[in-house]
């Protein structure tokens, strides 16, 4: 075989392997980007339990952690792109100068106290902030009065998880959410 049809069978040989290669080929897919997250801190009389409260991502995905047994258990569901654009919407109209650090905390709770640590994605970047005591307990005072972005966020928050949990939204968050 000539050098001529040796170089060219060379070109076809690779044209074909780049070829396979391509179709073989996936495009990067990016992770899904998390929406709003929370994760609960209780503490009661020494002890102390963290777990994945909720978090949705931009997908719909939803998860949490639940006591399953003798441990916790990551549980997924999903809610419509809609629900996620509405949330979003939501989130994007807070103030965000007014969620920090640590605030609250808003309801006195008997040998127990509840620490929420949120994140969520905002127009102008990552917010995380976190709210201590945020629901109420009945029976007991109120320590003082919870500032709407925070209740707003607080009530998102329950609203993804207690229909995956199968509780009542919380009395607070009853009402509209929105801050119009």
Not at 40 to 68: F, H, I
Not at 134 to 162: F, H, N, T, Y
Request: charged share 20%; with cysteine.
């Amino acid at each position: 075989m000539s050098s001529f049809s040796s170089f060219i069978l060379s070109i076809l040989v690779g044209i074909n392997l780049i070829s396979a290669a391509a179709n073989n080929a996936r495009w990067p897919v990016s992770a899904p980007i998390v929406v709003l997250e929370a994760h609960s801190m209780t503490r009661n009389q020494g002890s102390e339990m963290q777990y994945l409260l909720v978090r949705l991502t931009d997908d719909g995905k939803v998860e949490w952690d639940k006591y399953v047994g003798s441990a916790w258990k990551r549980q997924t569901s999903s809610v419509s792109a809609e629900r996620v654009a509405k949330i979003q919407r939501t989130l994007d109209s807070i103030d965000k100068s007014r969620l920090h650090g640590a605030m609250g905390p808003y309801n006195v709770y008997e040998d127990t106290s509840v620490e929420l640590r949120i994140q969520m994605a905002a127009r102008q970047g990552e917010v995380t902030f976190s709210v201590t005591n945020p629901w109420s307990e009945p029976g007991m005072p109120r320590r003082k009065r919870m500032p709407k972005e925070i209740r707003v966020v607080v009530c998102e928050v329950d609203g993804l998880w207690a229909p995956v949990e199968g509780v009542s939204v919380d009395p607070m968050c009853k009402a509209t959410t929105s801050l119009h």
